[in-house]
């Protein structure tokens, strides 16, 4: 069956440290990738998008991977925040697809000082 | 610029009533998706509409529909609600010229069904 996952507890980490956060997917042939982050009450807000020709992006402290071999894409956080503390989605499009995103359940991110 | 709006924010309705939800998009924007979010199923793809016309389609039933006007702004509609539709609606938006589907979200309609 097809399925997205994400580490399925919260990950919980000192603020400076870097926040590893993965995503694994099966019997999906995404064409890429995207990161979004969620707080509490509110709308995902898009972070970074990878394509599937692509092995790594950065914006900023982010810096997102994609394995299309192992179906896995690990987002990183380096020199965590406190504001940092979300949840994190990540979500599968696929050529044809238009706005389609399949989405994982996400990883909630708990940065302490 | 003024982000995806969405009304209401909140709405409490009773089983067998129908609802609408309205999206605005970010001007400029004409394509309009949505999506429903439940703490057990997560984010669930709805429909998405372009230019007024529905180009793609979630697996949900035919109770749930939508519609695009020509400025873009969108509607969806439940009918005969249950209480498994109790859900965060969220609306997105796509800019034009765009083939890899960055979304911009609204704050969501809190719907709650009794």
């Known amino acids: 069956s097809q399925k997205i996952e994400q580490n399925s507890e919260a990950l919980n980490i000192q603020e400076g440290k870097t926040a590893t956060l993965t995503c694994n997917y099966t019997n999906y042939s995404p064409a890429y990738l995207q990161w979004y982050r969620q707080d509490p009450g509110r709308g995902p807000v898009f972070l970074l998008l990878?394509?599937?020709?692509?092995k790594e992006k950065r914006k900023e402290r982010l810096k997102v991977t994609f394995d299309t071999t192992l179906k896995q894409s690990l987002f990183h956080i380096t020199a965590s925040q406190p504001a940092d503390s979300a949840t994190y989605l990540c979500a599968l499009g696929f050529s044809g697809g238009y706005n389609k995103l399949i989405f994982g359940a996400g990883t909630r991110l708990a940065v302490h000082p | 610029k003024a982000g995806v709006t969405q009304t209401p924010r909140y709405l409490i309705k009773t089983r067998g009533q129908q609802v609408t939800l309205s999206c605005s998009p970010i001007?400029?924007?004409?394509?309009v998706s949505w999506y429903q979010q439940t703490p057990g199923q997560g984010l669930q793809f709805l429909f998405e509409y372009f230019s007024e016309t529905q180009r793609n389609k979630g697996n949900f039933p035919g109770r749930f529909s939508g519609r695009q006007f020509s400025n873009s702004r969108s509607e969806m509609n439940v009918s005969t609600l249950e209480l498994g539709d109790s859900a965060l609606y969220l609306c997105a938006s796509s800019p034009p010229g765009t083939s890899s589907g960055e979304l911009f979200f609204g704050e969501g309609s809190r719907l709650t069904v009794l």
């Open positions: 001007s400029g924007h004409r394509s």
């Open positions: 990878i394509r599937e020709n692509e």
